[in-house]
């Protein structure tokens, strides 16, 4: 069945600095790619999302990358905030639209 | 807003007892889930319903049945209680929008601890 992988588990940034997390999805029918994020004890919420038409998509200070080929998408935070700090889970479409497949999650810490 | 209510935020059972754990819906969606999320594992898929009356199993179904009588409610029931079932339970509903999102919805969790 369908695999997300999901890269680092644990990133510790520095304030002010870029984050990238990066997942990887098996099933080529996979056509939409949501990023959650989950403050702690807080439910996750939709933070940005791509298609498969589309290769970047930006909203302020994050950004989604789309390769289709190579079967990868990745998460891009600039100028990283306190704010920030939280576990990021990437999700790719399953074989049946109604279903999202999740990574494992990246817990991303912000250092000040 | 989507709200996605679950019954109880922290819960505490006793090995062996059943145990019911309750997600409402209010926006008509079609679809919901139950997950657990352990750290290090991420959300695991326990079940999910398309419809009405319909279930699906997800990837660690097992210890776990669900229902769904009404469009609005999705029920997780642990038959018999154990102490591997200790975990964060997030209810999730979702829909998908005329440009083909798949957005989730997700409840507040319940932390249920079995001893």
């Known amino acids: 069945g369908e695999n997300v992988e999901q890269h680092p588990s644990t990133l510790s940034v520095q304030e002010g600095d870029s984050a990238v997390i990066k997942c990887t999805y098996s099933?080529?029918?996979?056509?939409?790619f949501p990023w959650y994020k989950q403050e702690l004890g807080k439910r996750p919420q939709l933070i940005i999302d791509?298609?498969?038409n589309v290769g970047e998509k930006k909203d302020q200070r994050i950004a989604v990358t789309l390769n289709k080929t190579a079967k990868h998408f990745s998460l891009h935070i600039t100028e990283t905030q306190p704010e920030d700090s939280a576990v990021y889970f990437c999700?790719?479409?399953?074989?049946?639209?109604?279903?999202?497949?999740w990574g494992a999650g990246t817990k991303l810490i912000i250092k000040p | 807003d989507v709200k996605v209510t679950q019954s109880s935020r922290y819960l505490v059972k006793r090995t062996g007892e059943k145990v019911f754990l309750e997600c409402v819906q209010d926006?008509?969606?079609?679809?919901m889930f139950w997950y657990r999320q352990d750290p290090g594992l991420g959300l695991r898929l326990i079940y999910f319903?398309?419809?009405?009356?319909?279930?699906e199993k997800g990837d660690i179904p097992e210890g776990y049945s669900v229902s769904r009588e009404k469009k609005e409610r999705f029920s997780l029931i642990l038959e018999s209680a154990s102490t591997n079932q200790t975990s964060m339970y997030l209810c999730?509903?979702?829909?998908?929008?005329?440009?083909?999102?798949?957005?989730?919805?997700f409840g507040q969790g319940t932390r249920l601890t079995v001893v």
């Open positions: 999730a509903s979702s829909l998908i929008s005329a440009q083909g999102r798949t957005e989730a919805f």
């Open positions: 926006m008509d969606h079609e679809n």
């Open positions: 319903s398309y419809d009405v009356k319909m279930k």
């Open positions: 099933d080529s029918a996979s056509n939409y």
């Open positions: 791509i298609r498969s």
């Open positions: 999700a790719a479409s399953g074989a049946s639209n109604y279903q999202l497949i």
